[in-house]
């Protein structure tokens, strides 16, 4: 299976892709933010270790995050997504808003990783305008400012789960009839994102339904904090923990992986492969 992106086809077949996250919002420091120099520096860091991706980010949407200014946003991004345009490796933005989205396309990025799943007034129609580009949809429940509150699935609907799947099989309808190929969009559940610890857990478990719906399965457990409930640890010290995560996440069928730590991840996917176990598709 290939995903198809505005200037690269990646073979989603041979093995795993490894998305390297670039944020540039001034909390993350650990991953890019403190300025724009050292969001460049840290992209290419991530490139030398071996990222497939580059997935820069603007807009903190950790749970109780706000977000910045359109125009904030774009200071954030663009100079990043300039410069990491030039690396011969493909370029996703993680954003949600159509001003940023044709900013970025116009400025060579390969693909729009929409936490918001191109919901927004004008998103569809800022992707439409660049026949090509890649596009990955989230499942999130609620807003990054409250998601975590009080997330709630109802059983009616197949709990978290059949929601997810059911919201996902929606948009994929709804922007693949707006004219944007299949072949240019990937799914993300959304682990973290509006929903409890039991809530990630039951939708990880089950992954394997989501590839029903047909596309490729992108998933980001790196650092959530659903993993530090899990082994106790604080989010500086769930290196092990999330590069597990990403293992887990393929063997569940993941064909992307979005990591803060790209190396250690890189290295465990070799290992993966070595063993013959990404030969055993679910």
Not at 183 to 197: E, V
Request: proline letters at 6%; aromatic letters at 4%.
């Amino acid at each position: 299976m290939l995903w198809q992106t505005a200037r690269f086809a990646l073979d989603l077949r041979a093995r795993p892709l490894v998305m390297g996250i670039v944020n540039t919002t001034p909390d993350s420091f650990s991953d890019g933010g403190r300025d724009t120099a050292a969001a460049i520096a840290h992209a290419e860091r991530l490139c030398a270790e071996g990222a497939d991706i580059l997935d820069i980010g603007g807009e903190s949407t950790r749970p109780g995050s706000q977000m910045p200014s359109v125009e904030e946003e774009l200071c954030r991004v663009l100079p990043v997504v300039r410069q990491a345009v030039r690396w011969g490796v493909p370029v996703s933005v993680d954003t949600s808003r159509p001003e940023v989205i044709r900013a970025v396309l116009e400025a060579g990025a390969d693909i729009v990783n929409d936490v918001r799943a191109l919901t927004w007034p004008g998103a569809l129609a800022a992707v439409q305008a660049f026949p090509g580009v890649g596009v990955c949809l989230m499942h999130m429940q609620g807003q990054p400012a409250t998601m975590q509150a009080n997330p709630c699935y109802e059983e009616a609907n197949g709990g978290v789960v059949g929601e997810v799947r059911a919201f996902l099989a929606d948009r994929l309808a709804a922007v693949t009839a707006a004219g944007v190929a299949p072949a240019c969009i990937t799914l993300d559940p959304g682990y973290g994102f509006g929903k409890s610890q039991a809530h990630n857990l039951a939708l990880w478990r089950a992954q394997r339904e989501l590839l029903a719906l047909g596309r490729p399965l992108l998933v980001g457990w790196s650092r959530k904090g659903t993993l530090g409930q899990i082994t106790g640890r604080p989010v500086g010290e769930r290196l092990v923990a999330s590069v597990s995560a990403a293992l887990a996440s393929v063997a569940l069928g993941a064909r992307i992986v979005r990591v803060h730590d790209v190396a250690a991840t890189v290295d465990a996917l070799k290992v993966w492969q070595a063993a013959g176990l990404d030969d055993v598709q679910p």
